[in-house]
């Protein structure tokens, strides 16, 4: 039963309630009309205290889309944040005007606060270098659509796998399935986090390797996900310029892929992808983006326990 639940980790679901919202993403994604009434009545509110385009957006359109409305802010400056009110009060008061809220904040376990002194579900819109569930969300449907299965694949991460909070939920969450095997391309500097080798990897005996050259590995790869160098999570400005161009996904690599290979990308880019690679059939990331969307529909429903044919 999902209705009433937060969503702060992308494990807080087991994979049978993840499954029921895929379902309901899908019958979303045949026939939209048939949901465009769903959460009439309903109030959403974004949270935002770090800047976003996909998840903001695609969540607004989510509740605009089911019939609902959306209230919030982008730039906590313009709320009561601005004199120091604090997160718990902040929650406590959104909490009597909307019936639903979405945080994304800079400082890890935020969202995890908030859910602790708030009487509507919270969902995670991405806390700091933590975890963005609904990112998770986002890659599952996609994978499910585009490649029909979570298990038996190679899945390949690359760039900053040390910061990047969307590598970090899908390798956990694709380590719930069958027979998936991991490649991890990045500099050393940027290798993923000890927690997640030895409490996720490790820990269930799952098979990965760690290489640095994106062009020796590519051919192996079902999946490739490409990440952004995060500027925003480096102390030092010439750590980050040293490695930013680590990785450009150009179409001479992209030619060394096999054929149904899906290339995805959480976005924002910045010059990982060349922009001809989005000609490929191989790039996905623009309807990874769309299916973020849709699942977010299904995920508001569930939460807020409005019935399919409501
Ligand atoms: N993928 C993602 O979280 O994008 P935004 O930062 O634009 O929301």
Redesign the pocket.
């Given at each position: 039963m999902l209705k009433g639940r937060h969503l702060i980790d992308p494990m807080d679901f087991t994979t049978y309630e993840l499954d029921e919202i895929f379902s309901l993403a899908e019958k979303i994604i045949e026939d939209e009309d048939r949901f465009k009434d769903a959460c009439r009545g309903k109030l959403l509110a974004t949270l935002f205290y770090?800047?976003?385009?996909?998840?903001?957006?695609?969540f607004e359109a989510a509740m605009l889309r089911l019939g609902g409305s959306v209230i919030g802010f982008s730039e906590p400056n313009s709320s009561s944040v601005a004199k120091g009110e604090s997160i718990r009060d902040t929650i406590r008061t959104i909490s009597c005007y909307a019936d639903i809220a979405v945080m994304?904040h800079p400082k890890e376990g935020a969202p995890k606060l908030a859910s602790m002194y708030s009487s509507i579900p919270v969902i995670n819109?991405?806390d700091g270098g933590h975890q963005?569930p609904t990112?998770t969300l986002?890659d599952l449907l996609t994978i499910k659509c585009l490649k029909g299965q979570f298990s038996n694949l190679t899945i390949g991460l690359c760039g900053d796998l040390k910061f990047g909070r969307?590598v970090h939920s899908l390798i956990k969450a694709m380590s719930r399935y069958e027979n998936n095997r991991f490649i991890l391309i990045s500099p050393k500097e940027l290798r993923v986090p000890d927690y997640i080798r030895k409490e996720v990897l490790d820990k269930k005996g799952i098979e990965y390797v760690e290489v640095e050259k994106l062009e020796e590995v590519i051919g192996e790869l079902d999946i490739l996900y490409m990440t952004r160098i995060q500027r925003e999570r480096f102390f030092n400005e010439e750590e980050y310029l040293r490695l930013k161009d680590s990785y450009i996904l150009d179409m001479e690599k992209v030619n060394r892929a096999k054929e149904d290979m899906i290339i995805m990308h959480?976005?924002?880019r910045v010059n990982e992808i060349d922009y001809e690679v989005d000609e490929d059939k191989r790039a996905c990331y623009f309807k990874q983006?769309k299916y973020?969307m849709y699942v977010r529909m299904a995920l508001i429903m569930k939460l807020l326990g409005v019935e399919e044919n409501a």
């Amino acid at each position: 039963m999902l209705k009433g639940r937060h969503l702060i980790d992308p494990m807080d679901f087991t994979t049978y309630e993840l499954d029921e919202i895929f379902s309901l993403a899908e019958k979303i994604i045949e026939d939209e009309d048939r949901f465009k009434d769903a959460c009439r009545g309903k109030l959403l509110a974004t949270l935002f205290y770090e800047p976003s385009t996909r998840t903001r957006f695609s969540f607004e359109a989510a509740m605009l889309r089911l019939g609902g409305s959306v209230i919030g802010f982008s730039e906590p400056n313009s709320s009561s944040v601005a004199k120091g009110e604090s997160i718990r009060d902040t929650i406590r008061t959104i909490s009597c005007y909307a019936d639903i809220a979405v945080m994304r904040h800079p400082k890890e376990g935020a969202p995890k606060l908030a859910s602790m002194y708030s009487s509507i579900p919270v969902i995670n819109a991405g806390d700091g270098g933590h975890q963005h569930p609904t990112q998770t969300l986002t890659d599952l449907l996609t994978i499910k659509c585009l490649k029909g299965q979570f298990s038996n694949l190679t899945i390949g991460l690359c760039g900053d796998l040390k910061f990047g909070r969307t590598v970090h939920s899908l390798i956990k969450a694709m380590s719930r399935y069958e027979n998936n095997r991991f490649i991890l391309i990045s500099p050393k500097e940027l290798r993923v986090p000890d927690y997640i080798r030895k409490e996720v990897l490790d820990k269930k005996g799952i098979e990965y390797v760690e290489v640095e050259k994106l062009e020796e590995v590519i051919g192996e790869l079902d999946i490739l996900y490409m990440t952004r160098i995060q500027r925003e999570r480096f102390f030092n400005e010439e750590e980050y310029l040293r490695l930013k161009d680590s990785y450009i996904l150009d179409m001479e690599k992209v030619n060394r892929a096999k054929e149904d290979m899906i290339i995805m990308h959480p976005l924002p880019r910045v010059n990982e992808i060349d922009y001809e690679v989005d000609e490929d059939k191989r790039a996905c990331y623009f309807k990874q983006a769309k299916y973020g969307m849709y699942v977010r529909m299904a995920l508001i429903m569930k939460l807020l326990g409005v019935e399919e044919n409501a």
